[in-house]
Nanobody, 125 residues
Framework: VKVEESGGGLVQPGGSLRLSCRTS????????MGWYRQAPGKQRDLVAA???????????NYADSVKGRFTISRGDDKRTIYLRMNDLTPEDTAVYYCKTEETYYFMRWRTETTWGQGTQVTVSS
């Protein structure tokens, strides 16, 4: 699986951005997919994720710091994962990474995890 992020950039406080994660496989194949971020000198933390407990269902999770401001979604093309970010603050400045996980059975249960290269988001006036 390959994933590639885009949509980062420089934005003023209070502004909005939409990040995109393009995947080489259908998002229906993933058991979870999400966005993480890493600020300089800090660990990589979960921002938002979609978990698929069973076919046709999904559970959304958000970090407390972004609830009500960020929205994760899947594109109708089944190849894209979006992160809509509103009311951005300087504390949102970080490299944002897309992560996918696919669980499958081949002789035993396996999980394949894929990370993108990241896209920089800078919130500054």
């Amino acid at each position: 699986v390959k994933v590639e992020e885009s949509g980062g950039g420089l934005v003023q406080p209070g502004g909005s951005l939409r990040l995109s994660c393009r995947t080489s496989k259908s998002t229906d194949e993933f058991t979870s997919m999400g966005w993480y971020r890493q600020a300089p000198g800090k660990q990589r933390d979960l921002v938002a994720a979609i978990t698929v407990p069973r076919a046709g269902e999904q559970v959304l999770n958000y970090a407390d710091s972004v609830k009500g401001r960020f929205t994760i979604s899947r594109g109708d093309d089944k190849r894209t994962i979006y992160l809509r970010m509103n009311d951005l603050t300087p504390e949102d400045t970080a490299v944002y990474y897309c992560k996918t996980e696919e669980t499958y059975y081949f002789m035993r249960w396996r999980t394949e995890t894929t990370w993108g290269q990241g896209t920089q988001v800078t919130v500054s006036s």
